[in-house]
């Protein structure tokens, strides 16, 4: 018999991650994260591993007056646009590349886990980073299924495909048991009226209704979102490959977030787009063990939003209560008050994650 080359069959197959740079281990997440720049940067390296002294002592420009001067801008846009990614914080930024282990031998667990840069928040800061992180890390396995989803329906095979979307409603199951972690790490009275603070961008906020003026790049303000967890690529992926569709308002925000994603990420959800559509073959198959095995899909990512929204309640709308009732007990400063209802990428942002959870469980297939 002929000899199979193994390794360029699996290079033939007509959908693989790492085309997108993407980790069957880490999924979005950077594996190995460039913890220190080279010698030259080391003023940048210094400032920033300062950033929660100098800004609570007002060591850091306290006030950005609605110009970001050039010698910040200038360099921030120019290596914004070779990552191809905005000039201001994202989600990418903070969550998928921001993290060491503490010892390298040791397990990925959060108490073997560090920021590599923070901001103001102290414990719970660096909680709500890696707690971000473990549920990116909790969705690799899904991400991973996502190539033998498309495999097992082009194929077409649908042991193949049933299987791999078992993976894909474990995944997304451990991403909801991850997130509630958060309670463990995250004090809501931080998060927000400190952390949130400094996700939030120059889009929707009275602070800078104009946006900001970046000197030495545009005479006129730009304008930007905050960092958000619509612009993890994850959720976006599994809305993709399941068919999720959105209302108008909510698709036009989730398809902006895009924007703020890496460029190949980005590519890897418009691939998964061009596919023929999964929920239209898992229904033409007539298959009673694919359809359930798509609806626990469904039901998996509809329950992560419940549960999201449970989360948003506590961490926002309840913490933003509390902080009007009782000012005077309260050590924080005080948030602005545009953010008691807003998401940090500028959505309402409760009525945007009802409205994403609703719309998720429209996809279950009756039968």
């Known amino acids: 018999m002929m000899e199979v080359n193994t390794e360029c069959t699996k290079e033939q197959l007509p959908f693989i991650l790492r085309r997108f740079h993407i980790s069957e281990d880490y999924g979005f997440l950077l594996p190995n994260p460039l913890k220190d720049l080279p010698p030259f940067y080391s003023p940048w390296m210094e400032i920033a591993h300062s950033l929660p002294h100098l800004i609570e002592n007002h060591q850091l420009r306290s006030q950005v007056n609605k110009v970001l001067p050039q010698n910040l801008a200038i360099p921030f846009v120019e290596i914004s646009r070779v990552l191809g990614l905005p000039p201001i914080l994202v989600h990418a930024d903070f969550v998928l590349v921001n993290w060491k282990k503490r010892n390298p031998c040791g397990p990925l667990e959060i108490e073997n886990l560090e920021p590599i840069i923070c901001l103001p928040g102290g414990a719970s800061l660096r ?46 199951r451990d991403m909801a048991r991850v997130l509630k972690k958060m309670h463990d790490y995250v004090d809501p009275a931080i998060f927000y009226s400190v952390i949130r603070i400094f996700f939030s961008g120059w889009k929707d906020n009275p602070a800078l209704p104009e946006g900001l003026i970046y000197e030495g790049i545009s005479d006129k303000p730009l304008v930007y979102s905050g960092a958000s967890a619509a612009q993890s690529t994850t959720l976006h992926t599994f809305d993709e ?53 798509y609806n626990m899909c469904v039901a998996a990512l509809s329950d992560l939003r419940t549960y999201h929204i449970a989360m948003v309640t506590k961490y926002i709308i309840s913490a933003a209560r509390n902080a009007k009732a009782k000012p005077s007990e309260s050590t924080s400063p005080n948030p602005p008050s545009f953010l008691e209802e807003r998401g940090t990428g500028g959505s309402g942002v409760l009525s945007f994650l009802k409205s994403v959870r609703n719309t998720t469980k429209e996809a279950i297939i009756t039968f």
Request: aromatic share 6%.
């Open 127 to 172: 909680g709500f980073i890696l707690v971000t992180f473990l549920v990116e890390k909790a969705a690799a396995p899904g991400i991973k299924a996502v190539p033998q989803v498309v495999n097992g329906m082009l194929q077409p095979d649908n042991r193949i495909l049933e299987e791999a979307l078992q993976d894909v409603a474990s995944s997304l």
């Open 241 to 293: 490959l399941l068919g999720i569709q959105h209302c108008r308002e909510s698709t036009t925000f989730l398809h902006g977030m895009r924007e703020y994603m890496p460029p190949h990420h980005q590519a890897f959800i418009e691939e998964i787009q061009s596919l023929p559509p999964l929920r239209s073959h898992v229904l033409s198959s007539g298959k009673e063990k694919l359809c359930s095995a």
